[in-house]
């Protein structure tokens, strides 16, 4: 719209300046000319207005995100430290099973041990002939 203005006026400032027909007719290139500084200006006024707005909303839209990635990268950590805890729980969990179980298994082996030899203690005592002769 600003380059449009601009560009009639500056047709009509040349033509006007060429034909020069009358005083009129300068005074109106004038006027035309005059306007067309105007419209240059409110142009650019609104330009810069725009620009300062579109500035400070990309400054806020920058700060949001970077809270969000800070808030991200916590929710992360925090997630990390969780997952960290849990894996310790479960291995020291898992290892205490193990261990529990190997000494189950080896009581069960020792008390099966013994009982084999108390049985094979009373079998030898059972079957030992008491008027043995050599």
Same mark, same amino acid.
Do not use: W
């Given at each position: 719209?600003?380059?449009?203005?601009?560009?009639?006026?500056?047709?009509?400032?040349?033509?006007?300046?060429?034909?020069?027909?009358?005083?009129?007719?300068?005074?109106?290139?004038?006027?035309?000319?005059?306007?067309?500084?105007?419209?240059?200006?409110?142009?650019?006024?609104?330009?810069?207005? @725009?620009?300062?707005?579109?500035?400070?909303?990309?400054?806020?839209?920058?700060?949001?995100?970077?809270?969000?990635?800070?808030?991200?990268?916590? @929710?992360?950590?925090?997630?990390?430290?969780?997952?960290?805890?849990?894996?310790?729980?479960?291995?020291?969990?898992?290892?205490?099973?193990?261990?529990?179980?190997?000494?189950?298994?080896?009581?069960?082996?020792?008390?099966?041990?013994?009982?084999?030899?108390?049985?094979?203690?009373?079998?030898?005592?059972?079957?030992?002939?008491?008027?043995?002769?050599?």
């Amino acid at each position: 719209m600003l380059k449009r203005h601009l560009l009639l006026a500056s047709l009509l400032a040349g033509t006007f300046a060429v034909t020069a027909c009358s005083q009129q007719t300068e005074d109106q290139a004038a006027v035309t000319a005059d306007q067309a500084a105007d419209t240059a200006a409110s142009a650019g006024d609104v330009i810069a207005a @725009n620009t300062e707005a579109a500035t400070a909303e990309a400054e806020v839209a920058a700060q949001n995100t970077g809270a969000k990635i800070n808030d991200s990268a916590e @929710n992360a950590g925090v997630a990390v430290s969780n997952a960290a805890d849990n894996a310790g729980e479960a291995i020291t969990d898992g290892t205490n099973k193990a261990v529990a179980s190997t000494a189950a298994v080896v009581a069960d082996g020792a008390s099966s041990v013994a009982e084999g030899a108390s049985n094979v203690a009373a079998d030898a005592e059972a079957k030992a002939p008491t008027d043995q002769q050599y």
